[in-house]
C-alpha cells in the first residue's frame, strides 16, 4: 500500500522541500519598478509542477495572474502593452518595434505556458494578435531543465531578463537563484530524497 505524500499547494514541492519560504521578496527598482506584469496563464500549467510562474507571484508583488481563455476581453492600454516571445517564434501578425530603454513605465504581458501553447494562445486572441513584441533574443540561455523536451527561457528566466533590462540587475538575480533552489528541490522530490 503506497504512502499519501503531503505536498504544498503553492509549490507543488513535498512539504518537507516547500520553497515558498525561501521566495524572495523583491521591490523592484530602475525602470522595472514602474512597470506592469501581467502574467497569462494556459489552464495546463496550472497544476504543472514545474511551473516557474507561481515562483515569480510569490517574489514579485507587481505580478497580476489571469487564466487565459479564448475570449477573455483584456483591458490592455494600447500604447504601453508588449507581448514578450522569443525571436524565432513571433508570430508573424504581430509588429516588433519595442523600444525597452523607453522611460514610460510598461505593461508586460507574458504567457505562461509552452511556447508551443503560447504561439496557440496568440493566434487564437486577437488582442494578444494586435499587441507589439518585445523578442527575447536568441543569446539569453536558459539554465531550467525541468523541462527537457521544451527549449528556450522559462517564465520566470523570460521575466529575470526583462527585470534586468529595465534596470534592475538585482532583482533579475535574485529570481533566478530563486529558480536554481527550485530545481535542486524539485529533484529531490523527484528522486524521493530528503534535503
Not at 170 to 179: E, F, H, K, P, V
Request: aromatic share 6%.
Amino acid at each position: 500500500m503506497a504512502v499519501e505524500v503531503d505536498h504544498c499547494g503553492c509549490c507543488c514541492l513535498r512539504r518537507d522541500l516547500c520553497v515558498c519560504g525561501l521566495a524572495p521578496r523583491i521591490k523592484l527598482g530602475g525602470k522595472a519598478q514602474s512597470d506592469q506584469w501581467l502574467l497569462l496563464t494556459h489552464e495546463r500549467e496550472v497544476d504543472k509542477p514545474s511551473n516557474t510562474g507561481k515562483l515569480v507571484l510569490s517574489s514579485l508583488q507587481a505580478v497580476q495572474k489571469l487564466m487565459w481563455q479564448r475570449k477573455l476581453a483584456l483591458d490592455l492600454p494600447a500604447d504601453r502593452a508588449v507581448l514578450v516571445f522569443p525571436s524565432d517564434k513571433i508570430p508573424e501578425s504581430n509588429p516588433v518595434s519595442v523600444n525597452i530603454d523607453r522611460d514610460e513605465p510598461i505593461v508586460w504581458v507574458v504567457l505562461d505556458a509552452t511556447w508551443q501553447q503560447a504561439a496557440k494562445m496568440v493566434r487564437q486572441s486577437p488582442e494578444l494578435r494586435q499587441l507589439p513584441c518585445y523578442s527575447l533574443g536568441d543569446d539569453i540561455k536558459s539554465d531550467y531543465h525541468l523541462r527537457r523536451n521544451q527549449q528556450g527561457v522559462s517564465t520566470l528566466e523570460a521575466i529575470a531578463h526583462l527585470v534586468s533590462a529595465r534596470g534592475d540587475a538585482c532583482g533579475a538575480r535574485q529570481l533566478l537563484n530563486y529558480q536554481t533552489v527550485f530545481q535542486q528541490h524539485w529533484e529531490l522530490d523527484r528522486s524521493n530524497r530528503a534535503l
